[in-house]
């Protein structure tokens, strides 16, 4: 933190306030803070509040004739070593996900090209909904860190996530950001297989699973993260593409198959795709109609990616595969594990809301035994197994 330039943009909230800490723990770390209120932070704590307390000029217009004769906002927004929104509303998180360039925080944040770091509060409904996640997802993606908000009671009286975190935090994660980013995967190459595929019984229907690629495209990102160049080989899901990743899109299983050939050579391969074990044998080209009769639908076996990779000539020196399973997760993911003849099986039970949810539990089997994590956002399940194959490798 020492030396280091922080740019802070307070959001608009009852967490307003705690910004206010923010910036006293920054300087007491030996950085400093410009801060740009917006019209809406400003109904919370008045700006020159955090002038005192930064020692410096408080922006809060678009407008300024003195400062945007100098194009302060693209000044702001080059000259800051990183740049916090702190709290980050809904509001605002949905602002930056679009790309919006209404008012001199979203101005300064589209015109950065330093790290941006971004610390939600909300009520819980807010956070919870499927815009907001949305949101969050997208803006994850395009490389900007969003940090998770704490739990507890609400100025609205309600109790769940969406407390903006401590500010201690917040300045940890400050402090890790300005941190030199270690790389141990860089010249890796790394091969990703993630969500469903879809088998066609006519042009209009098909056989698949419920997938969502949440898990695969976070464990992409969490490994490009990590300097590795990363092939995403992605069924038809509808999320964006994690930062720093190749991606390959893909309906059947066949095709997937086909695509994960194309990407070898890879050093590690984690094959996390929900994969449909059958396919219409022949598949009508017209629409099925509905008549006296009940069609038949013969079924055919779709090629095994993870056991034919095992058995590859070019198979990854590290090969991991998943297992979701219902029941007896354990015992079917050490069968696996043996079956296909890889050496990690990540096995997690689907039971429950895991297929689209936004938490994982999951066991990693290898032949030395069996390491159970504790049920986490899909995000750090991704982290913690991006280091553990670093580790390996």
């Given at each position: 933190?020492?030396?280091?330039?922080?740019?802070?943009?307070?959001?608009?909230?009852?967490?307003?306030?705690?910004?206010?800490?923010?910036?006293?723990?920054?300087?007491?770390?030996?950085?400093?803070?410009?801060?740009?209120?917006?019209?809406?932070?400003?109904?919370?704590?008045?700006?020159?509040?955090?002038?005192?307390?930064?020692?410096?000029?408080?922006?809060?217009?678009?407008?300024?004739?003195?400062?945007?004769?100098?194009?302060?906002?693209?000044?702001?927004?080059?000259?800051?070593?990183?740049?916090?929104?702190?709290?980050?509303?809904?509001?605002?998180?949905?602002?930056?996900?679009?790309?919006?360039?209404?008012?001199?925080?979203?101005?300064?944040?589209?015109?950065?090209?330093?790290?941006?770091?971004?610390?939600?509060?909300?009520?819980?409904?807010?956070?919870?909904?499927?815009?907001?996640?949305?949101?969050?997802?997208?803006?994850?993606?395009?490389?900007?860190?969003?940090?998770?908000?704490?739990?507890?009671?609400?100025?609205?009286?309600?109790?769940?996530?969406?407390?903006?975190?401590?500010?201690?935090?917040?300045?940890?994660?400050?402090?890790?950001?300005?941190?030199?980013?270690?790389?141990?995967l860089a010249g890796r190459h790394v091969l990703v297989t993630a969500g469903p595929t879809h088998e066609p019984?006519?042009?209009?229907?098909?056989?698949?699973?419920?997938?969502?690629?949440?898990?695969?495209?976070?464990?992409?990102?969490?490994?490009?993260?990590?300097?590795?160049?990363?092939?995403?080989?992605?069924?038809?899901?509808?999320?964006?593409?994690?930062?720093?990743?190749?991606?390959?899109?893909?309906?059947?299983?066949?095709?997937?198959?086909?695509?994960?050939?194309?990407?070898?050579?890879?050093?590690?391969?984690?094959?996390?795709?929900?994969?449909?074990?059958?396919?219409?044998?022949?598949?009508?080209?017209?629409?099925?109609?509905?008549?006296?009769?009940?069609?038949?639908?013969?079924?055919?076996?779709?090629?095994?990616?993870?056991?034919?990779?095992?058995?590859?000539?070019?198979?990854?020196?590290?090969?991991?595969?998943?297992?979701?399973?219902?029941?007896?997760?354990?015992?079917?993911?050490?069968?696996?594990?043996?079956?296909?003849?890889?050496?990690?099986?990540?096995?997690?039970?689907?039971?429950?809301?895991?297929?689209?949810?936004?938490?994982?539990?999951?066991?990693?089997?290898?032949?030395?035994?069996?390491?159970?994590?504790?049920?986490?956002?899909?995000?750090?399940?991704?982290?913690?197994?991006?280091?553990?194959?670093?580790?390996?490798?």
């Amino acid at each position: 933190m020492q030396g280091k330039r922080i740019l802070l943009i307070v959001g608009g909230g009852i967490a307003a306030y705690k910004a206010c800490e923010i910036v006293r723990l920054i300087r007491k770390a030996g950085g400093s803070v410009h801060c740009v209120v917006t019209d809406a932070a400003a109904q919370f704590v008045a700006p020159m509040t955090f002038a005192a307390l930064s020692e410096q000029q408080v922006h809060t217009s678009l407008w300024d004739l003195k400062d945007e004769a100098e194009m302060g906002h693209i000044q702001l927004s080059r000259q800051a070593d990183l740049v916090v929104v702190a709290p980050a509303t809904a509001d605002l998180l949905a602002r930056m996900a679009a790309g919006l360039a209404d008012d001199l925080a979203t101005t300064l944040l589209l015109a950065t090209d330093k790290p941006v770091l971004a610390a939600p509060a909300m009520n819980v409904r807010m956070w919870q909904h499927p815009a907001t996640r949305r949101n969050v997802a997208q803006l994850r993606a395009d490389g900007i860190t969003v940090l998770e908000p704490d739990e507890g009671p609400m100025a609205c009286g309600e109790y769940g996530p969406g407390r903006l975190p401590d500010p201690a935090t917040i300045v940890a994660a400050i402090d890790a950001a300005l941190a030199p980013v270690p790389r141990p995967l860089a010249g890796r190459h790394v091969l990703v297989t993630a969500g469903p595929t879809h088998e066609p019984i006519d042009p209009v229907r098909y056989i698949a699973n419920r997938s969502s690629g949440k898990q695969g495209f976070a464990i992409a990102g969490a490994l490009a993260a990590l300097g590795a160049r990363v092939t995403l080989v992605a069924g038809p899901v509808t999320l964006a593409t994690p930062a720093g990743v190749d991606r390959v899109d893909v309906e059947t299983a066949r095709e997937m198959a086909a695509a994960v050939d194309a990407a070898l050579p890879a050093d590690v391969a984690v094959l996390v795709a929900a994969v449909a074990d059958w396919r219409a044998e022949a598949p009508a080209g017209q629409k099925i109609k509905k008549g006296a009769d009940t069609p038949t639908l013969t079924l055919a076996e779709n090629p095994d990616i993870l056991a034919g990779l095992a058995r590859s000539d070019r198979r990854p020196s590290l090969l991991i595969g998943f297992a979701a399973e219902t029941e007896h997760v354990i015992d079917h993911a050490r069968a696996k594990l043996a079956r296909k003849g890889c050496d990690w099986i990540v096995a997690n039970d689907v039971s429950g809301n895991v297929m689209g949810g936004a938490l994982n539990r999951v066991h990693i089997i290898t032949a030395d035994g069996v390491e159970t994590w504790d049920e986490a956002p899909k995000d750090a399940v991704a982290r913690k197994l991006a280091e553990r194959i670093s580790d390996a490798l």
